[in-house]
């Protein structure tokens, strides 16, 4: 199974866990991504991140009460962006290569589902910046702005 946009303006719909795991490198506990609801390639993103209690950070983040940290929140984002850029043709490992002006408005806790979105903003070559939000229940949890770099378009050869 292989994913790529039939047209590099199409959008696609509906990728699976799965698909999404041909894309990025990410695996477990790392993956984030449940599901992409839709992209346009190197433009914008809708992904799906369910909150669960056994998920690996609520042991220690905090045993009182557990509440999602925020670079997981913001790993997520990145990795939604990521999918954005590389379906644009971009290099399957993307980094995060900055996080500007992030803000967190409410508490994220086990049981909540996330709707990540990632538009495009501003970029160069190798480097592409993405407007992000999560949202629980229509309400913004978290937004900014994030970079995400290509490395072999940076550092041709040496990835």
């Not at 509440?67 to 490992?93: D, W």
């Not at 309400?139 to 940076?154: E, H, K, W």
Request: glycine letters at 8%; charged letters at 20%.
């Amino acid at each position: 199974m292989t994913v790529t946009a039939p047209d590099p303006a199409a959008t696609m719909t509906d990728l699976s866990h799965d698909q999404v795991r041909e894309l990025i490198p990410h695996r477990w506990p790392m993956l984030l991504l449940d599901r992409v609801e839709r992209v346009e390639p190197g433009v914008k993103g809708v992904a799906i991140k369910n909150v669960a209690g056994t998920e690996l950070w609520f042991q220690g983040h905090f045993p009182e009460r557990a509440i999602l940290p925020g670079i997981v929140v913001i790993e997520a984002l990145a990795q939604l962006a990521g999918v954005v850029f590389v379906l644009k043709g971009a290099s399957r490992i993307s980094y995060l290569a900055g996080v500007k002006s992030m803000r967190f408005r409410r508490p994220i806790v086990p049981g909540d589902q996330l709707v990540l979105s990632a538009d495009r903003s501003a970029g160069t070559p190798g480097y592409a910046e993405f407007r992000v939000a999560a949202r629980v229940n229509g309400q913004v949890a978290a937004d900014g702005l994030i970079t995400i770099a290509d490395p072999s378009a940076i550092n041709p050869g040496k990835v």
